[in-house]
């Protein structure tokens, strides 16, 4: 399963990356795996994902100075299609609470109103965003 991951990984950022000099097309690779991988997209947590024998500040410095590159912007919005507005692709956002009534003290936790119940509780935001291309019926997590 892993191994078929990782081709799948491979193969979507190459896509996206064709065309880019060599440590670009890395980057990408690096940036899918990482997010992937530790489920943000936090510099500091992708390159613990990458797992280098440098130390993490580096690793986190040189993905920073990948990321502000101004030809990969440009690149990236015309390998996916273009920008959003020239598309009619329709993108399903749900914004949704977690209640942790009885939680006390947790990370990000702030006060949100239970649907259900219509009253104030402490909890978590959740925002999703789903979509799909053309007339698929395969919703695409974004």
Not at 2 to 16: M, N, T, Y
Not at 87 to 101: N, W
Not at 121 to 137: D, F, K, P, R
Request: proline letters at 2%; hydrophobic letters at 35%; aromatic letters at 4%.
């Amino acid at each position: 399963m892993a191994h078929k991951l990782r081709e799948q990984i491979i193969k979507f950022s190459g896509v996206l990356s064709a065309g880019l000099p060599k440590t670009v097309r890395r980057f990408v690779l690096e940036m899918i795996y990482g997010i992937q991988a530790r489920q943000s997209v936090r510099l500091t947590e992708i390159g613990r994902a990458l797992e280098e024998k440098i130390a993490l500040r580096k690793t986190e410095y040189r993905l920073c100075r990948q990321s502000e590159r101004e030809e990969l912007g440009d690149h990236l919005t015309d390998s996916t299609g273009g920008s959003a507005d020239q598309r009619d692709d329709p993108l399903v956002l749900d914004i949704s609470e977690i209640s942790k009534k009885d939680a006390r003290k947790m990370e990000y936790m702030g006060m949100e109103r239970e649907g259900s119940e219509n009253q104030l509780a402490s909890g978590h935001w959740t925002c999703q965003m789903v979509g799909t291309e053309g007339e698929g019926a395969t919703l695409l997590p974004l």
